[in-house]
């Protein structure tokens, strides 16, 4: 955890001096995002079938039925679909850059980058944080709108919930600030994975065991955050700072 406050804290440092690697960057982008989609997306559609199975059956009996469509957005936008983006993220992307990093500390690769001059920090680390900063958010779009995609075909098919009812209920309950919220956090767990699994990457010790436990760590170490980020955030978005 000190090691990754460390590292974020020089991440900042070499940000402001505008020392950005673009084709790692771009290659990081490409792997944190396009690759990402399709688990995203599968994910968010099952949660978005399911969360309407467990709510409609339960509003139609209380003659709220209308209401699914308005709830649904509320829970993917403010709640879901950033927190089932970056667990997926923290998942696949997480335990990659501790496990790649890792093995090139292990093997003496990032020595070599020192010996040729080259910071590691601006090689491996920073676009991979700028990478998941910006996918992060994207990907918890895309699943926010699939996931009402999945819960909209759900409740016509099953509980013949008609799609005006439904998306005019998610118009009038979700508001702008509600999407905007989600972007902040999204925006926020992509940092904390890929600061916490370049961190742990960077310390790893004792070979290939060392990669392994530093892999496993990192995943856990960002879930703990995210859970524990998220829950600050919503206090502060939508019980200190919402508008009224």
């Not at 709220?64 to 927190?83: D, H, K, N, Q, T």
């Amino acid at each position: 955890m000190v090691a990754a406050a460390f590292l974020g804290g020089q991440v900042l440092l070499h940000l402001l001096k505008g020392k950005i690697h673009r084709r790692n960057t771009l290659e990081q982008l490409i792997m944190v995002g396009p690759e990402s989609l399709p688990i995203v997306l599968l994910t968010a559609a099952t949660i978005g079938m399911v969360f309407t199975i467990q709510v409609a059956a339960e509003f139609l009996r209380f003659g709220v039925g209308s209401a699914v469509g308005g709830v649904l957005a509320i829970a993917l936008g403010r709640e879901i679909a950033p927190i089932i983006t970056a667990v997926v993220l923290a998942g696949r992307v997480g335990s990659a850059f501790a496990a790649e990093i890792g093995t090139m500390q292990v093997t003496e690769q990032i020595d070599a980058l020192y010996m040729l001059k080259t910071d590691p920090i601006d090689y491996l680390v920073i676009p991979r944080v700028i990478a998941c900063s910006v996918m992060t958010p994207v990907l918890s779009l895309f699943s926010f709108v699939t996931g009402m995609l999945g819960g909209l075909i759900l409740a016509d098919w099953i509980y013949s919930i008609s799609n005006a009812v439904f998306l005019d209920s998610a118009r009038t309950l979700l508001t702008p600030y509600d999407l905007v919220c989600s972007l902040i956090k999204g925006l926020v767990f992509g940092w904390l994975i890929a600061i916490v699994g370049c961190s742990w990457g960077l310390t790893t010790t004792g070979g290939a065991k060392g990669v392994g436990q530093s892999t496993t760590t990192a995943v856990v170490t960002a879930l703990l955050l995210i859970f524990i980020s998220n829950f600050l955030m919503s206090w502060l978005m939508f019980s200190v700072l919402k508008p009224v």
